[in-house]
């Protein structure tokens, strides 16, 4: 009974979908996609950042009297007279950009009410995870300001397309000189029609190898966020030797990554002197200050830990991480010649990917690390 009232559920919200898809395509049009004219749709501007030993090349596309439309996970389309423009739209599958003409609006259309705003946007979107992940939102969304400041006055930026807005994203924004009425959560503004919409490429997602290039950040990315953050770090005291505490992850996949001696854990990091600290409850200077002035940091593999960036290279940072995940935060650690060390276990369950997995912290090693 049970199934057959979810499938007629799901039959008649198929029904709606298609109907409302159908007023949208109606109301705004079918959108289309012509490679032929592609040039005639859009300006492209190059600007180079110099990497350890070699130069990274980005892209910053201009498209005039343009729409922007996002599903905020996966798709965000460009468009410009109905025609879909390839290069500064995307569309995510497993990760990496595909073809344009996989793009969700080609099928879709625009099913969202659109909003006319007079000037000029900086799209800041990035896909899903630039939507509340710290990681993403430092090292996906903020270096697009980068880029765009290379080649153009941030002054004449009116509005910038942000994934979403909450407190600590809007605090960074602050800190950059962007006031809050300048910034658009896509949550609200998921089609809009502007004088001139502006994009990036992405600023460390340089080939279709997603783990190889988060393996490999660009170094300016670090830099640059050092440089726009580091003297708006806090005066507040904060501890010098802490555990970063997840027990307030809002994730819905922290019950697939944990410490199953968590508890031990800490009772052994307390009698070393180590206070606990949830990174949520600190502002973003405070996370800057507590970083940048800790003698030892220990945190399991997370978003947390991408505050290493602000510490100085007397600090100690300890990961706790499943010897199947990636090396992202101890190659970071390496590139901003940060002290770092790792404490390897291997996962015991939940493994639905390899950087997710519930481990065992061996104390006796973590001490001699220590």
């Known amino acids: 009974m049970k199934e057959n009232k979810s ?46 030993n070699f130069t990274l090349v980005y892209s910053i596309f201009f498209s005039s009297n343009s729409r922007i439309y996002t599903d905020r996970i996966h798709d965000t389309a460009i468009i410009k007279d109905n025609l879909l423009i390839d290069k500064p739209s995307f569309q995510l599958r497993n990760n990496v950009n595909d073809d344009v003409t996989k793009n969700i609006v080609l099928k879709n259309g625009t099913p969202y009410i659109m909003r006319r705003l007079s000037g000029t946007i900086l799209s800041l ?12 939102w430092l090292f996906d969304v903020l270096p697009r300001i980068g880029i765009t400041e290379r080649k153009i006055n941030l002054k004449e930026i009116d509005y910038y ?36 919409i502006i994009v990036t490429t992405h600023p460390w997602q340089i080939s279709k190898d997603v783990l190889k290039d988060i393996e490999n950040l660009p170094l300016w990315i670090s830099e640059w966020l050092k440089k726009k953050f580091l003297s ?10 802490f555990y970063i505490d997840r027990s307030d992850s809002k994730s819905n996949l922290k019950n697939f990554r944990y410490i199953i001696n968590e508890n031990e854990l800490k009772s052994f990091l307390k009698d070393k002197g180590f206070e606990f600290v949830r990174l949520s409850e600190l502002s973003f200077p405070e996370e800057i200050k507590i970083f940048n002035d800790a003698e030892t940091v220990v945190g399991l593999q997370g978003a947390g830990l991408t505050n290493l960036i602000w510490s100085n290279n007397k600090t100690k940072i300890i990961e706790l991480r499943s010897n199947l995940t990636n090396k992202l935060y101890e190659n970071l ?29 061996d104390i006796k090693k973590l001490e001699r690390i220590l």
């Open 333 to 361: 650690a390496r590139d901003n010649k940060i002290n770092f060390d790792k404490l390897e276990s291997t996962p015991k369950d939940h493994i639905i990917a390899d950087h997710y997995g519930s481990i065992e912290v």
């Open 125 to 136: 979107l990035t896909g899903g995870g630039g939507n509340d992940n710290f990681f993403h």
């Open 7 to 52: 499938n007629i559920k799901k039959f008649f919200q198929s029904i709606f979908k298609i109907f409302f898809y159908t007023i949208f395509k109606l109301k705004h049009g079918k959108i289309v996609f012509d490679e032929k004219i592609q040039s005639k749709l859009y300006k492209e501007e190059n600007v180079s950042f110099e990497n350890k």
């Open 232 to 241: 708006h770090k806090s005066h507040k005291d904060l501890p010098k030797k």
């Open 161 to 196: 397309l942000c994934p979403n807005l909450n407190k600590w994203q809007l605090e960074t924004l602050n800190l950059l000189g962007i006031k809050k009425k300048q910034c658009l959560s896509s949550v609200k503004y998921r089609h809009i029609k502007s004088n001139q």
